[in-house]
Every structure is written in structure tokens, then in C-alpha cells.
């Protein structure tokens, strides 16, 4: 046993629950949230100082090799939010910490220094002529003839495409580049904002309600449940608008593919003289270590972030919002299983500043949460001017033919609606042609080799796609098995409907948009601009196309399948069906003609559709809550799910089975309100070559499941487990498959 000054304890990015001890000869001492260089057995690793001075239970200490940061990266708050995260998610704390960085910081590399890009002439006129046929050039002009820019703001303004246009523009001597000083965060606001657009009266009470919430009882979180296209936008805008007053930042959260340009342009036109930086997955290493920085600077004022975005470190944070706050991909689902909005509300918990969620369709949790009085609930129940609710018609798939699923009445409302000069968007959440590739003459399937599961038959590509694995295969011109020159589909996917738009819609544009359409960098805003521009499209797509987007002139939603999520075995499918649907809905007549939804079933009768259409989301939440209560399922349970698989058949099932049988004295000592189901195997059993199984632990009470939970990791780390095996415990796990 050590004391001593020099004893620093550091967290490394290995899957270990424990930080390590080394000794530092170098004056002055790194601060606890700086990163130091270690040695670790032969390696050299990066590594985060989180205590110093502490007594260590060895005698000699490794020294450190380099201190790497002159200045905290973690503030002493932010670190405390990952300790609490790593024990909340039970999740080592070296991956919870270094999954908050930016790449490069996780290599070790310095921070960034922060330039600004400035305008270098005094003519215009000369500078314009001269790069009046360089498109983008002479548009990064005039944008620097209104206002410098820095780097984190360029990148975020221009989707990543500013660097060889600025060094045209450099070269030929009308901008330059600068390092900016780091700004000091406390002066107010200088510039006004502007107000584009007025209030509704409904809007304006909202906005008094909700400061008054967070002046008198800003512990509280705020739920905004506004209607889709209630203009909630504009509700962030002006609360945002009342912390950058204060001098502080603020963080608005959106999900994963809910960024979109024109979002990120309505805050910037909001706030013109403001920093308004994105933080995505969409952007490089280098363009995403700059964000962060500019926010952990203090030179950021608004952060609009995905997921991530939750562990983004801030000089002086004021304010947190979370938009659809209901929407799945707030849950990581990889490695640290987290919640984003989960730590949201503690991170603003913690820091004692308003938080704000907001959606159309709340979450289950947050509205139980606003019952309990535990949120302030505010209600957004119109659009604004006078926009009504688009109206819903229910098309009884039975009693129609249907063409690649789509009904007669469905192409005629379409073909209605084109006439009329407006756009149309036909929902269906599956891509490729068709789910299913068979020989009618066999009954041979294209299944996936590694999974046990149908491949997708894309046509365009004349592939089957494994969409739990991405395996992939051409399909040949017969049937392999019996030689069978046709091969037939079943189903359909968006690939086929788009098809069937095209042959029925010759002279109308039709776009797909759908993960297979949009994977290059750049297209999906490119098909976005398309239908923004307002002329007449037919837009088919999966739920990418339910996420916020708002386009005025579009007036017919056909939604095509809902069926399958009628009857799903997992029971949270129907809260996430009724949550789309509405959402999906929420796309027509947004702008200054009504809206129609068409919906295709053939379970017209089905409870939860009727109710849904008759009385709303929240007379269909409120169901869902009553049954939930009933059967002690989240949010009035409480459950983890620890995951187990390996290449051969069952390891995954005996390594489970032998962590339920160590764990039998727990149980049993315990006061009888943990339960433990399974261990059976997954959903989907075999994927990727893995034979996956799962045990789902639930209590009544979060303290009881956390507390077994504790025991559970050490039983796991006391048992011998072969090298294939590879396990996960999930807390609050929202996906079962
Ligand atoms: P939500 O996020 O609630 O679905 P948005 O904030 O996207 O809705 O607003 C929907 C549309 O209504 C947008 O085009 C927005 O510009 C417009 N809008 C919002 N508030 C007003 C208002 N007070 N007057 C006129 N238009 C408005
Ligand atoms: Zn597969
Ligand atoms: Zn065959």
C-alpha cells in the first residue's frame, strides 16, 4: 500500500470495471479529466486521469510515459455523469469514458487549434466578378461578406464541402485564415434575434407556460407534447434564445437521421450571429473533433446533436432540448447500451438547468412521468393559422386487388392529388424488392447461410441481401435446387412499389428514399432539396421518412403495411406502431392545404388502429399504460437482458444457464421481487454465424435490479468462458431481437 501526491488513478479504453495506478514524476500534475500516455503490459495507451493522490494497494507504481492535455477534457461534472453511467449500464467505465470522445482525442492527438475564415478585400465587386463562375466559391464569399466563420461553423453550414472552394478563394486573395482566442462565455446576447415568423396564440401561451416552468421550478423537465406540425420548432427556438441571453449554450438532441439541413438552417437563420454547430455521425474525424471542441471551448453556442452528442463536454451549459423525444435511436444499441435522453434528464438533473423533450408521440415512460407530476406537461393541440389535422381514411386491403401492395383506391387518391400540382409520400418499412425469393416448383427459399433467415431479393442490384448479416449474393437465372428456370417473389418492398409508381406515374417524378437510396454522403439532401422545391413528386420511402421533415406541399400520406406490426409477438411493437403511423401521418398538409391519410389494413376492425384514429395517441398510450401496469412491464418494471453468443450451437445457452444457476443463492437470499426468464434462445437464433441467446432479469424495483445486477457481473467474471463467447447486459433494453 501507496500514498501518495503523485498517485494518479487512470481509466484505460479496455473493457475493465476498475481504473490503474501509476505514479507521475513530472511537475505540475495532470488534473483529473486530462489524458496521459501509460504503459499497460508491452502496450503504450491512452488514458484518463480520474483521481489523484490516492492510496493504491501496491507497493511500486509503473510511471506515466506523457501528460497529454495541459487543460481538463472532462469537467468534474461531466466525469461524474460517465461514473454514474457506467454503473447505471453496469458497463465498464474504460469503454464508457473513451466512447465519449471524438476519435482523434481517443488517439491521443492534441486538440485542435480554432481558425476563422475572414473576407480580404475591400472591393467586393472585383471579388465577386472574379468568382461569379465558381458556384460555390462565390457563395462562401458573400456568406464571409456578412460574417467571419469559423471552421466548426463552416463545416456545419456546408454538410463538410467548404475546404478546396475557401483554398480557391484564399489563393486568389480575398479570404484569409486566423486562430481564434478562446471566447470568454459570460456576456448576454449581442445581437438580436430575428423573428421570422409570428407565434399562434396557442404557440404563445405554450412559450409563457414553459418559462414560467423552468423559472420557478427548474428541476423540473418539461414535456411538450405538440401535435405534428404544431410548431414545436419554434418553442425551441425562442427557449434556446432565453439561456443564450444568460450567456450560456444550449443543446438541442435529435434523432439519428432527423438532422436535416433545412433544421439546422431554421436555427441559424434564427440566430444569425450565433455559433450553431452539428455534431452527427455524418461528419469525419477531423470535422467532428472540431464541433466538439468548438462546444468544450465555450465557442459554440448551440450544439445540434445526435446520441452522441449527450457526452459532449461545455464551457457554460444552459439549457438541454430533446426533439421526437420518443424515438429508438436515442438507445445505443452497441457495445455501451445507453439512453440518451435517459442521461439527458440527468445530465440536466446534475447540472440544474431546464430540460426540455418534446414530441408528437411521448414516450410511454415520459408520459407516465408527466402523470406522476414528476415533468411539467404542456400541450400543443393545433397547427398553427389555419392548418387543421390531416383526415384518415382506412382502405380494407381484403376487398381489393392489390399491385405490388398498393390498393385501386390508393392509385386513384395519388393520381387525384398529382393533378392538383401537390406531393404525395407512400410509407412502407421494408427496402428492396421483395422479402422473400422462392422456387414455386421446390419450395426452395434464398435464406442466408449465417442467419436462418429470408434474404431480401433487391432488383436493381439482382442480389438477395441478408438485412440482419449485409451477406450477399447474385441471383442466379434458375433455381439452384431443382433447376427451375423462374424464380418467383413474395411480398414487397420499396423497390417494387417505386416500380409500380413509375409505370403508373410516367410523367411524375418519383423518389425513393430508403437506406439503400441514401448511403452516399450528400444524396439524401440532394433527394430532400427535390421534394422541398415544392413541384409534384411521389415519394416512396421507410421511416427515414417519418423523422421531422416538413414539407408544406404535400397532401396525401398513404401508409402501406402495417399488418405484421398488428400482431408482433415484442410488446412494445404496438406502442412503436402507433407512434409511427401518427408520425408518418403528420407528414400531410402541413403547409397551406389539407392533409390526407390513406392506411391500408386488413384488420380494419383491429382495437388499437380504431382507437387510434377515433380518440388519438394519447387515449392509445394511455391503454397501453393500464396494460402494462397489469403485467409489470416498463415503465412500471423494470429489466435488463444479458445476451450471450458464440459460433457453436448452445455455448451462448450454458454459459446463461450456469450464470442463472451461481446466481440461484442470490435469488434466493434476495426478498423475492427479482425474476429471471430463460435463459432461451434470441428471437433471430443463428446471425452472423452466432447462436444467440438471452435471459431477461426484471424486479419491481429499479434498486433491486441494479443491486442483483452488481452480483450478476461478478458471477460473470468469476466463470470460466470460452474464448468465442462474447455477452452483453443491456439495462432498460428497448430491442429484444
Ligand atoms: P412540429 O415540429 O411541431 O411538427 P414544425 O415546428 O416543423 O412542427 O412546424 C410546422 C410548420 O409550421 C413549419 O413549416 C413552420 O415553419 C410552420 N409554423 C410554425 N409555427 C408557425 C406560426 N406561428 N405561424 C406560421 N407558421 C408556423
Ligand atoms: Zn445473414
Ligand atoms: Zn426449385
Redesign the pocket.
Known amino acids: 500500500m501507496t500514498t501518495s501526491a503523485t498517485t494518479l488513478r487512470v481509466v484505460i479504453p479496455r473493457p475493465l470495471y476498475q481504473a490503474y495506478d501509476y505514479d507521475c514524476s513530472e511537475q505540475p500534475l495532470p488534473d483529473v479529466g486530462c489524458r496521459v500516455r501509460v504503459p499497460l503490459g508491452p502496450h503504450s495507451l491512452v488514458g484518463i486521469v480520474v483521481e489523484r493522490g490516492v492510496t493504491s494497494e501496491f507497493d511500486t507504481l509503473r510511471p506515466i510515459e506523457a501528460i497529454l492535455d495541459t487543460h481538463p477534457l472532462f469537467d468534474r461534472q461531466l466525469l461524474e455523469l460517465l461514473q454514474w453511467a457506467s454503473v447505471y449500464y453496469h458497463h465498464p467505465i474504460g469503454e464508457v469514458l473513451f466512447a465519449s470522445l471524438p476519435k482523434r482525442l481517443r488517439k491521443g492527438l492534441p486538440l485542435l487549434q480554432n481558425f476563422a475564415w475572414h473576407l480580404n478585400c475591400d472591393d467586393l465587386t472585383v471579388a465577386r466578378q472574379e468568382t461569379k463562375r465558381a458556384k460555390r466559391q462565390s457563395e462562401l464569399l458573400e456568406q464571409l461578406a456578412v460574417n467571419s466563420l469559423t471552421e466548426a461553423q463552416l463545416t456545419s453550414l456546408h454538410l463538410g464541402k467548404w475546404r478546396s472552394p475557401m483554398k480557391a478563394l484564399a489563393e486568389k486573395g480575398f479570404a484569409r485564415r486566423e486562430v481564434v482566442a478562446p471566447k470568454a462565455r459570460n456576456q448576454s446576447l449581442e445581437h438580436p434575434n430575428q423573428h421570422l415568423?409570428?407565434?399562434?396564440e396557442e404557440?404563445e401561451q405554450c412559450m409563457t407556460q414553459l418559462l414560467a416552468n423552468i423559472t420557478e421550478s427548474p428541476l423540473k423537465p418539461v414535456l411538450v407534447h405538440?401535435i405534428?406540425?404544431?410548431?414545436?420548432?419554434?418553442i425551441y427556438l425562442r427557449a434556446i434564445k432565453s439561456v443564450l441571453t444568460q450567456g450560456k449554450q444550449a443543446l438541442l438532441m435529435i434523432p439519428e437521421i432527423g438532422l436535416t439541413p433545412q433544421l439546422f438552417q431554421r436555427f441559424c437563420d434564427f440566430f444569425p450571429n450565433q455559433t450553431v454547430v452539428a455534431l452527427h455521425s455524418g461528419l469525419n474525424d477531423l470535422e467532428r473533433a472540431q464541433n466538439w471542441q468548438s462546444a468544450h471551448t465555450g465557442e459554440a453556442d448551440i450544439v445540434v446533436g445526435t446520441r452522441s452528442s449527450i457526452f459532449c463536454g461545455f464551457q457554460n451549459l444552459g439549457m438541454i432540448i430533446i426533439d421526437e423525444e420518443h424515438d429508438g435511436s436515442f438507445k445505443q444499441q452497441e457495445t455501451f447500451k445507453y439512453h440518451a435522453r435517459d442521461l439527458a434528464v440527468k445530465r440536466a438533473s446534475q447540472l440544474k438547468i431546464p430540460i426540455i423533450l418534446g414530441s408528437?408521440t411521448p414516450a410511454l415512460e415520459t408520459l407516465l412521468n408527466a402523470e406522476r407530476k414528476r415533468y411539467h406537461y404542456l400541450l400543443l393541440n393545433q397547427r398553427?393559422?389555419s392548418r387543421t389535422r390531416p383526415k384518415t381514411k382506412l382502405i380494407d386491403t381484403r376487398d381489393q386487388t392489390l399491385d405490388a401492395g398498393v390498393s385501386k383506391s390508393l392509385l386513384a387518391e395519388v393520381d387525384n392529388q398529382i393533378k392538383d400540382g401537390n406531393q404525395v409520400m407512400l410509407f412502407l418499412n421494408r427496402r428492396g424488392f421483395a422479402p422473400v425469393l422462392l422456387c414455386t416448383q421446390c419450395g426452395w427459399h434464398a435464406i442466408c447461410p449465417a442467419c436462418d433467415a429470408d434474404m431480401t431479393f433487391h432488383s436493381s442490384r439482382h442480389k438477395v441481401i441478408c438485412h440482419h448479416c449485409d451477406f450477399q449474393q447474385t441471383v442466379s437465372s434458375q433455381c439452384p435446387s431443382c433447376k427451375n428456370p423462374q424464380l418467383s417473389t413474395q411480398g414487397h418492398g420499396t423497390e417494387r412499389v417505386e416500380n409500380l409508381l413509375c409505370a403508373n406515374f410516367p410523367d411524375t417524378l418519383v423518389v425513393r428514399i430508403d437506406r439503400d437510396t441514401t448511403s452516399r454522403k450528400g444524396e439524401l439532401a440532394k433527394k430532400l432539396d427535390i421534394v422541398r422545391s415544392g413541384k409534384p413528386v411521389i415519394l416512396i420511402g421507410t421511416q427515414m421518412l417519418t423523422k421531422?421533415h416538413?414539407f408544406?406541399n404535400l397532401t396525401l400520406v398513404g401508409i402501406l403495411d402495417i399488418d405484421q406490426a398488428l400482431f408482433s409477438a415484442d410488446y412494445r411493437a404496438q406502442e412503436q406502431l402507433a407512434q409511427q403511423v401518427v408520425q408518418v401521418s403528420?407528414r400531410a398538409g402541413?403547409g397551406d392545404k389539407p392533409g390526407l391519410v390513406v392506411l391500408q389494413t386488413s384488420q380494419p376492425e383491429h382495437p388499437m388502429l380504431n382507437q387510434l384514429l377515433s380518440k388519438g395517441y394519447r387515449a392509445v398510450a394511455q391503454q397501453f399504460l393500464v396494460e402494462r401496469q397489469a403485467w409489470q412491464y416498463p415503465p412500471f418494471g423494470f429489466q435488463a437482458l444479458v445476451r450471450a453468443n458464440a459460433p457453436p450451437f448452445e455455448v451462448g445457452l450454458v454459459f446463461l444457464q450456469t450464470l442463472k444457476n451461481d446466481l440461484k443463492p442470490v435469488l434466493e437470499a434476495g426478498q423475492g421481487d427479482v425474476n429471471l426468464m430463460g435463459p432461451m434462445p434470441s428471437p433471430l437464433e443463428k446471425r452472423a454465424n452466432r447462436y444467440r441467446y438471452q435471459l431477461l432479469v426484471s424486479s419491481t424495483r429499479r434498486s433491486s435490479l441494479h443491486c442483483f445486477l452488481d452480483q450478476l457481473i461478478s458471477a460473470i467474471q468469476s466463470i470460466k468462458k470460452p474464448k468465442e463467447l462474447r455477452f452483453t447486459v443491456d439495462v432498460d433494453p428497448t430491442n429484444f431481437m
Open positions: 415568423i409570428t407565434l399562434s404557440q405538440g405534428t406540425g404544431s410548431g414545436k420548432t419554434e408528437a398553427p393559422g421531422g416538413d408544406p403528420g402541413r
